[in-house]
């Protein structure tokens, strides 16, 4: 049997919560409230601030109230419709990816690509001076000599760097230069006494011609020994490596610019007065040889001296050429001006240096018009005179493109056994 106390229908139990009757405390809180301010002597009626609003017990059970009627609605199976779900917010679209960095094409095959493309289309012909296009990867020069875009190698080759590349030759001095551990006895290597001795007797020579010129014989005058020889070359160098070789013999030897290095060696007088009497050739004959080269005051002694340079070092595997001016303003036949350079007036000298640590192999001086053999390009004859040394060792020779050419190279490959690169 059924209580009747249980209650299914939903609104029989509504019903009953709305006659519920609500106790309050408001009254018990007002009358303390008033006991308190009877204290104050204030007759006027109090009034809380909170007068006509809901008390906590009241909004509890409206929130009760509400909570049922949630739960039994749909039970009951009436037929309000329940509120809808609250839609879901839009979902925003993903960001999209940024793209990935494109990679640098490799220029290999960039090359190749655009050599495909070249023969698909054909190329204009150019109308330069030294090349004409032929075919989209090939050229020809007006020489007959033909470029070609794609590396020309038989695929039947192995590939392998070429035996005249396989080549490593340390650099090292040789014979007595091993010996030298001073810097006199390497002086002595290359200015040896043969270069020494000529010129201590064409200096003497031009002394004793230009003494009788003076009324009054002076030590100044006196001829000189190899020790004051050896003394006078010692104090160009040293000028040259003090960075004094500019400054006149005056100020050379003043202790104010230069310290006492050249005052204690000999005096300003005995000094200027060597320098017009050096000799390196006999003057006697001078004027005949003059006919053949226009180096013949220093042409006897240039030649010993390069061939010191050649038999005193064992260059290393890569060599270059290329041109200097040395720094000259006095009476020469063969002084040029070049506004590029930074001295601008003096010899041009076409060297050959080593690529390890700047040492001249060997040097030939430009004399001017007429030094070089007509049918022969001047580059390309500084390049074999130079050469000439190191014919047949396998080294490589580097050069600019004053001396750049293909006749060149294909001769330094085939006759001297020499690789070159150059700049074109």
Known sequence: MADKNIYTDPDEILALLSD????????????????????????SDYIPDDHGKPSNDELVIEDDIRRIERELRPTAGTSKKLPAKRPAPPKTPAPAKRPAPATRPDPVKKKATSVRKSQESSLPVA??????????????????????????????????????????????????????????????????????AKSLKHTNEKIEETAKKYKRQEGSLQPVTMEELEALFGIL????????????????????????????????????????????????????????????????????????????????????????????????????????????YGIKTVMMCDNANKYMIDALPYWGKGSIPKDVPAGEYHVKTLVASIKGSNRNVTMDNWFTSVPLFSDLLKDYNLTAIGTV
């Open 237 to 344: 160098y040293l000028a040259a490596a003090l960075k004094s070789n500019h400054l006149t013999a005056e100020m050379m030897f003043q202790p104010e610019f230069c310290g006492y290095k050249f005052v204690a060696t000999m005096s300003r007088r005995r000094f200027e007065f060597l320098i017009s009497c050096l000799r390196f050739d006999d003057g006697s004959t001078r004027e005949e040889r003059k006919l053949e080269t226009k180096f013949a005051a220093i042409s006897e002694i240039w030649e010993m001296l390069i061939e010191n340079c050649k038999s005193m070092y064992k260059p290393s595997s890569y060599v270059t050429i290329d041109e200097q001016l040395l720094a000259f303003r006095g009476r020469c036949p063969f002084k040029m001006y070049l506004p590029s350079k930074p001295c601008k």
């Open 127 to 196: 109308d330069g001076n030294y090349i004409v296009a032929t075919d989209s990867t090939e050229f020809e020069a007006k020489n007959g000599d033909k470029w070609s875009t794609i590396p020309n190698r038989n695929p039947s080759d192995p590939i392998k760097t070429s035996k005249k590349n396989v080549i490593h030759i340390r650099p090292d001095p040789v014979g007595d230069a091993k010996q030298a551990n001073e810097p006199i006895e390497c002086f002595r290597l290359y200015f040896s006494k043969n270069i020494m």
């Open 20 to 43: 519920v009757e609500i106790e309050s405390e408001d009254e018990e809180d007002c009358t303390e409230v008033d006991k308190n301010d009877s204290d104050s002597g204030d007759d």
